[in-house]
């Protein structure tokens, strides 16, 4: 790639490459290599090594294919000469095995054993003693992101806080508060993608973590105030891909000389490249927002519970204590609220990158500059559907029964003595409270949220139901582990509209503007969720986990789909599909 148009300004200027490989010389023979088809001998001529073993090619490109838009901290050119010379850290090898096992299987057409795989990869990072190495922790963080689908949320917890407290351990987020080890010398090529790494798995575990706060309704690990850390390379430099391989199916031949392509196309291969580097930035407020959104529900709720604790010392008995504040009335709470609405306008639409010339099923990182933006819309998809989950979450907590959750806990004598009805919603209570925590999970239940807030919530819904429409020839497994989560907050919402909606028509039987427009808000509600229950039925079988759709059966989901199907009895056009269905 042409050194004057990267205008290259991290480490990486400062590099040499002293290997016995060149990047662009690497990527080409691994990647030829990786996607030989099966039958066709190697010429001692062409220097390729002996045939690596099938699965373990396999799991490197499905990596790369469904992983990498989501953690790309393994360096392509680096990971694939490993993999192709037998030089792989054996950790990170069970990392990329297990983690893609589920891909793999399908595609070998054998079952791969997934539970095997993780109990080993557990054995290993739990009896490692000494410090771990690079590749080794691109590993574990591997393994934490991947465990879910076969371990469920307990394990991915675990994993993730063990992640990222060796992270601060072995202080990778003041990784740039010096200089450079070699004191202003210029680094090998190998020292730099070192480095470049470290950054990607401190700033992954950083994102997640915050994620993952925002979900469970604890503190977070990490202060991104104490990170002495850049942000990552722009992916140009860090795929570091031939722009000749990028170029083809892009009117470029083979046999084209690169620089005659005009500069035009140098732009729009460096654009696309740089876009996904972007999205970075795109993702960074957002990480901000939820953060905040985890202070203010956890400050709320212990300043009334102080409130209430001063009142029974101070006050007279039977005086009554003043109801606190909404949240919503709060500066930060309306501060927040604006920041997501604008942040949520300058998004890309992710279906303006639309290419009607390549099929999403056929779509893999090692392709042309189509592939790449291929790559590029599913993230800005995916951050649409992040941005309306995280702001329902603020909205649902706008309500006077958020200071009470706390206090309301469940005793057998509560369940004892209830209805069948009353029965079926405690258990649905304990459950969101056991898988998110108690700081906002019963909003996803709860009858009082304001109403401007409400209609912010519904209008939420509606707006993921159409970006799924209007992405549905993106294959659900590029989809990742987050997106069911946000979708069953919206479907949460959506289940108790219908059920409002539903009792106003049957006890309102005036006819005129308002029934109608009542009965075709219903309507729309009900083709709605069908389109997000089936997107969160569909990944909980990619992802070999059925926590969420189990909750969603417990809420009745089944018979809001069967009223969809009799008002739409011929399968909803414009849904997402899987090569798992």
């Known amino acids: 790639m042409r050194p004057d148009l990267l205008n290259v300004t991290d480490d990486r200027s400062h590099a040499t490459d002293n290997s016995e490989y060149t990047s662009s010389s690497v990527e080409t023979t691994t990647t030829a290599y990786l996607r030989r088809p099966k039958g066709i001998p190697e010429s001692p001529d062409t220097g390729i090594p002996p045939p690596i073993d099938e699965e373990l090619r396999e799991a490197a490109i499905a990596y790369y294919t469904f992983f990498y838009s989501i953690c790309p ?21 069970a990392a990329l095995r297990a983690s893609t096992s589920v891909f793999v299987s399908r595609k ?23 410090a771990l190495t690079v590749d080794e922790m691109c590993a574990f963080q591997l393994a934490s992101m991947g465990v879910s689908s076969g371990r469920g949320f307990v394990y991915f917890d675990t994993l993730k806080t063990s992640v990222s407290t060796l992270l601060l351990q072995l202080e990778w987020h003041e990784l740039d508060r010096y200089d450079s080890p070699r004191q202003g010398q210029p680094m090998t090529w190998d020292e730099w993608v070192e480095r470049e790494t470290k950054r990607r798995v401190l700033w992954i575990s950083y994102k997640v973590d915050a994620h993952h706060a925002g979900v469970v309704g604890c503190a977070p690990i ?13 992916d140009t430099e860090w795929d570091d891909l031939s722009l000749t391989m990028l170029l083809q199916g892009s009117g470029a031949s083979d046999s084209d000389d690169i620089a005659s392509t005009g ?62 504040r909404l949240l919503g009335e709060s500066q930060l709470f309306q501060r927040l609220d604006t920041d997501l609405r604008d942040w949520r306008l300058k998004l890309v639409p992710a279906e303006s990158l639309r290419d009607s010339t390549l099929s999403p099923h056929e779509v893999c990182f090692f392709g042309d500059i189509r592939h790449k933006t291929f ?47 009353h029965k079926e ?32 919530c519904v209008q939420g819904a509606h707006d993921m139901a159409d970006t ?52 075709a808000e219903w309507k729309q509600c009900l083709r709605d969720i ?24 417990l809420m009745h989901i089944d018979d809001v789909i069967s009223a969809a199907d009799k008002l739409e009895p011929a399968p909803p056009k414009h849904l997402p599909s899987s090569i798992f269905s």
């Not at 001063?310 to 606190?324: D, M, N, V």
């Not at 039925?537 to 759709?549: A, F, R």
């Open 73 to 93: 901290s393994l360096h392509p050119s680096t990971l694939l000469r490993k993999v192709v010379s037998d030089t792989l850290c054996p950790l990170l090898e």
């Open 108 to 130: 070998l057409g054998r079952t791969v054993d997934t539970e095997a795989l993780f109990s080993r990869l557990f054995s290993a990072i739990t009896m490692r003693v000494e």
């Open 222 to 234: 990490f202060d991104a105030n104490q990170f002495y850390l850049c942000a990552p390379c722009s």
């Open 263 to 324: 500069e035009a196309q140098y732009k729009t291969v460096l654009a696309v490249m740089d876009s996904l580097s972007l999205l970075f930035k795109s993702l960074s407020p957002y990480e901000s927002f939820v953060t905040q959104l985890v202070m203010l529900q956890r400050d709320a709720k212990t300043s009334w519970t102080q409130q209430k604790s001063l009142h029974l010392r101070t006050s007279s008995p039977g005086k009554e204590i003043a109801r606190p």
């Open 375 to 421: 790559l590029l819309r599913v993230r800005y998809a995916c951050i649409s559907i992040y941005a309306v989950g995280m702001g329902t979450i603020l909205h649902l907590s706008n309500r006077p029964s958020f200071f009470a959750d706390a206090e309301r806990q469940t005793s057998p004598m509560d369940v004892e003595g209830a209805s069948d009805t």
């Open 425 to 456: 919603t405690l258990a649905v209570a304990s459950m969101l409270g056991q898988k998110f925590g108690p700081m906002w999970s019963q909003g996803l239940l709860a009858q009082d949220v304001e109403p401007e807030s409400w209609k912010y």
């Open 468 to 519: 799924l429409r209007r992405n549905s020839d993106i294959p659900l497994e590029h989809f990742d582990m987050v997106i069911p989560f946000a979708l069953f907050t919206s479907i949460t919402v959506l289940l108790r509209h219908i059920g409002q909606s539903r009792h106003k028509l049957d006890t309102d039987s005036s006819p005129g503007l308002a029934r109608r427009q009542r009965e």
């Open 530 to 553: 069908k389109v997000m229950w089936r997107v969160v039925h569909e990944m909980g079988l990619i992802w070999q986990n059925d926590v969420l759709s189990g909750v969603l059966k």
